[in-house]
């Protein structure tokens, strides 16, 4: 099993549409997650962190499921400028300094 | 503007060349890392510099050499690649290497390496 894991996709969804992305992780002890958003031929960055209390920013959600090891990231009204691969990253147990990413999740908004 | 800068952007070289990719940070970061992302594989981490040691190095072919000179600068040195390496080589910085580092990662715009 894959230490972080992910559907690659891609999602085609109309404007306006709520779409949701899961992404698993295989070790119960790992502490920190996040979501990073990357364009087409242009490097990750930071979209937000994902807290135990789950995160939400304008029309972005993030959640955490200890119990069935998986985090989520929610995207509601969706934008033609969302369109773009969602990393799912993970700290490797018991070490913050080493994350594991996801191969990530492609989503393609349409008009 | 993330503050990361790579150059060259696109580098294309044969099996023979050596070249360099340079990075450099303009955020006072004491962490400086490089990246490589091939097609339809996550990110993998090469090398690990802090305070311009270098703290880890994760199996990289030695076809690889790193540099660090300063804390802001950071050079991978390339020779005699297969056309494997092919890849976006992507240099990041944080202030540190404790914490949530997730969220103190910034990536510069990559190099796209193709190996002919």
């Known amino acids: 099993r894959k230490e972080v894991e992910q559907d690659p996709g891609p999602f085609n969804v109309p404007e306006g549409a709520t779409v949701a992305f899961n992404c698993t992780y295989s070790?119960?002890?790992?502490?920190?997650f996040f979501w990073y958003r990357q364009d087409c031929r242009k490097e990750p960055k930071l979209l937000m962190s994902v807290y135990s209390s789950g995160n939400e920013d304008g029309r972005f959600t993030a959640q955490l499921n200890r119990a069935s090891q998986y985090i989520s990231l929610l995207i509601r009204d969706s934008k033609l400028s969302d369109s773009a691969t969602y990393l799912c990253v993970v700290n490797k147990a018991g070490n913050n300094r080493k994350l594991i990413w996801g191969l990530g999740t492609s989503l393609a908004v349409n008009p | 503007e993330t503050g990361v800068t790579q150059t060259p952007r696109h580098l294309v070289m044969g099996m023979t060349n050596k070249k360099s990719l340079k990075c450099e940070q303009h955020l006072g970061h004491n962490a400086m890392y490089w990246y490589k992302q091939s097609a339809k594989k996550p990110l993998e981490l090469m090398f690990v510099?802090?305070?311009?040691?270098?703290?880890e190095n994760n199996s990289v072919p030695s076809r690889f050499s790193p540099e660090c000179p300063n804390s802001s600068h950071l050079f991978l040195h390339l020779h005699t690649l297969q056309p494997e390496d092919s890849a976006l080589y992507l240099c990041?910085?944080?202030?540190?290497?404790?914490?949530?580092?997730?969220?103190?990662?910034?990536f510069g715009s990559g190099t796209q390496l193709s190996v002919l």
């Open positions: 990041a910085s944080s202030q540190d290497l404790g914490g949530r580092l997730g969220e103190k990662l910034f």
């Open positions: 510099y802090s305070l311009e040691e270098r703290v």
């Open positions: 070790n119960s002890a790992s502490q920190s």
